[in-house]
């Protein structure tokens, strides 16, 4: 989870997340690159005071400065459509999990094996307790297993939620009257945190997941 003073993303607990840090880095780089040239050329042409008068037009810088964002865009796009394909497969999943938001809580439900539902609410904070997250900690945490494919159904029995762990690079959205599905799988071992990222009404704050 985020800890005090990141700068970072938070460290990754599956594939796709692993993925989308890798894209963030390369997509951050080719920024910092057009960042750098764009302001050298700008300090360039601001200090010199060389005039050529017979330079009205420039066919080749403008044919490079054409072609140039075009590959640069190419650079970009392939590797996110590549995963935005992946983020969507759904794999043949070794289990379901199906949760509903409700205001300010989560229910879930395990339906492959046998029939267990419970609901998820947020621990008063104990300040005494120093192990403890604030707006984190759940009574009941949901417990999935490591290296394999998890499929999980999301809906919402009131308003708008979005149920989302950052580790796993996931956020899907709970909608009234419809089943969202998505799929993960988690590569390592711990405890993962996360809130409703749906501005859903007075206790948003209080809806973690763990």
């Known amino acids: 989870m985020t800890t005090w003073s990141c700068m970072n993303l938070q460290d990754s607990a599956s594939p796709i997340m692993e993925q989308l840090i890798f894209f963030h880095d390369h997509t951050l780089m080719i920024v910092t690159m057009i960042l750098v040239s764009v302001l050298y050329l700008m300090t360039s042409m601001t200090i010199n005071k060389n005039v050529n008068r017979y330079m009205l037009e420039g066919q080749t810088i403008e044919l490079i400065w054409t072609i140039a964002p075009a590959v640069i865009l190419v650079f970009i796009t392939t590797p996110s459509l590549r995963l935005l394909y992946l983020m969507d497969e759904i794999h043949n999943p070794t289990m379901t999990i199906k949760t509903i938001g409700h205001q300010w809580y989560w229910s879930y439900e395990y339906s492959d094996f046998i029939k267990v539902e419970f609901d998820s609410y947020m621990t008063p904070y104990e300040e005494d307790n120093k192990k403890m997250f604030r707006l984190l900690e759940t009574d009941n945490h949901v417990t999935l297993p490591m290296n394999s ?55 948003h704050s209080f809806m973690p997941i763990v």
Request: glycine share 10%; with cysteine.
């Open 149 to 203: 494919f998890i499929r999980i159904i999301v809906t919402a029995a009131d308003v708008l939620h979005s149920w989302t762990i950052p580790s796993l690079g996931i956020k899907a959205d709970a909608t009234p009257g419809r089943l969202n599905q998505s799929s993960f799988m988690i590569n390592r071992p711990g405890l993962l945190y996360g809130q409703c990222s749906e501005i859903c009404g007075a206790n």
